[in-house]
């Protein structure tokens, strides 16, 4: 039913998808809020304190009933200000105390333009906190063994405590071996195979969670959100978004389903959540009669959709339809301004966390 109520988040609008999507890489309203999970505004603490709430965390609101008829918004672009000043002040105590800063070494191989503006964006984000940024920009047609190189140069550079791998990487190259070179120590997108690993054990921790799973967990315990419990979705298993988002959801002591291209009945599985986390790159996905009144939705999707109304004639929308959800959610991440800004945020923590900890410096 809900596809064929004219919407912004209509077929027509999804099917305009512009082409660089990258794998970047209404419905009827008969739903009457009946359940809601009340958020606190996030308050600031300091990122050591916030990676140490991190684990523990597993609620700290209960679910209560409500009648409010539109969603609160989760500002991830307020909450990752607050991170960033949080982290600029620790760097500042680190580097007084010490005479450290902690240092991140990005490796970007080809010309997208799109990966371009991430690098530039990371090093923007670095400068502003005080993390010294080292950048080796590879031209496409590299040999793996040229980023091997520079990867064991990063891993046994002591100013360095963090490596990133820019993605995708060209086709040639063996993505997975590149992952695999970098140092556990030091593997700050925590895409090592360790690092999930850890992940998804019992009782062991990872050295560092993946950066846009570890903000929507953020921005869920930022604004208080009850997870323990609770029931949860997730939309899309990849590696570096739905798998470790699911994970951290069950660490967190949720109960989980996993939806992907092959489940059989997405919206009914989606509609019996408390907590939807989106991560699909299919604009507009989740309708709103895929969400149960009161749940609280973060959409990870970031999808370039057509609009001759907007001077660079696309725009950005999620994998949530947010004119239909923001009606029947008790909470929602906007796209931009939501999940995106946390995913730097996070990056710069764990970069911050990777250098007290080759240092010693609580
Ligand atoms: P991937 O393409 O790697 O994974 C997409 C997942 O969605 C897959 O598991 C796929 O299932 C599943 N899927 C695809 N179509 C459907 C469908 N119709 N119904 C149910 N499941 C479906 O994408 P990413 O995880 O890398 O990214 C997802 C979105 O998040 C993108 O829009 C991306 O741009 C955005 N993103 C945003 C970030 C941020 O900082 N805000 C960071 C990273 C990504 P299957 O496994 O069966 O193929």
């Known amino acids: 039913m809900a596809s064929s109520i004219l919407s912004d988040c209509s077929s027509s609008a999804t099917a305009r998808l512009l082409p660089f999507h990258r794998k970047l890489h209404t419905q009827d309203f ?3 809020r009946s359940v809601s999970i009340p958020l606190r505004p996030p308050s600031p603490t300091s990122s050591r304190s916030a990676a140490s709430r991190f684990w523990s965390l597993s609620a700290v609101t209960p679910v209560a009933m409500t009648t409010d008829t539109s969603a609160k918004l989760i500002d991830g672009k307020m909450v ?3 991170i960033k000043d949080e982290i600029a002040g620790e760097i500042a105590k680190m580097k007084d105390a010490i005479g450290i800063v902690p240092g991140l070494a990005v490796i970007l191989v080809g010309a997208r333009k799109d990966s371009q503006t991430y690098v530039r964006n990371k090093k923007k984000a670095c400068e502003a906190v005080g993390i010294k940024s080292y950048e080796v920009h590879l031209p496409e047609d590299s040999t793996e063994e040229e980023v091997l190189k520079h990867i064991s140069g990063f891993n046994d550079d002591p100013s360095v405590h963090g490596i990133l791998v820019q993605l995708p990487l060209p086709r040639h190259m063996n993505e997975q071996s590149i992952l695999n070179a ?3 120590e030091k593997d700050v997108d925590g895409f090592h195979p360790l690092n999930i690993g850890r992940l998804a054990m019992q009782g062991r921790e ?3 969670v993946p ?5 929507c967990m953020e921005l869920l315990h930022r604004y208080a959100v009850d997870i323990k419990g609770k029931r949860a979705v997730v939309v899309g298993r990849s590696n570096i978004v739905g798998m470790p988002a699911a994970l951290l959801l069950q660490k967190a002591n949720a109960t989980i389903s996993i939806v992907h291209s ?5 919206e009914e599985i989606t509609r019996q959540a408390d907590i939807v986390i989106a991560a699909v790159g299919v604009a507009n996905l989740v309708r709103g009669s895929w969400i ?3 749940a609280v939705v973060i959409d990870v999707g970031i999808n370039p959709i057509d609009d001759p109304e907007s001077p660079r004639g696309y725009r950005l929308v999620g994998d949530v339809c947010y004119e239909e959800v923001s009606k029947i959610a008790s909470a929602i991440t906007p796209v931009p301004g939501g999940v995106g800004p946390m995913t730097i945020a996070m990056l710069l923590s764990n970069t911050l966390d990777s250098a007290k900890r080759i240092h010693n410096f609580k």
């Open 80 to 82: 990752a200000k607050q």
């Open 211 to 215: 950066c846009t799973p570890k903000g």
């Open 30 to 32: 008969r739903f009457h």
């Open 182 to 184: 970098v140092s556990i």
């Open 206 to 208: 990872p050295l560092f």
């Open 292 to 294: 149960k009144p009161g």
């Open 262 to 266: 092959y489940t059989k009945n997405p």
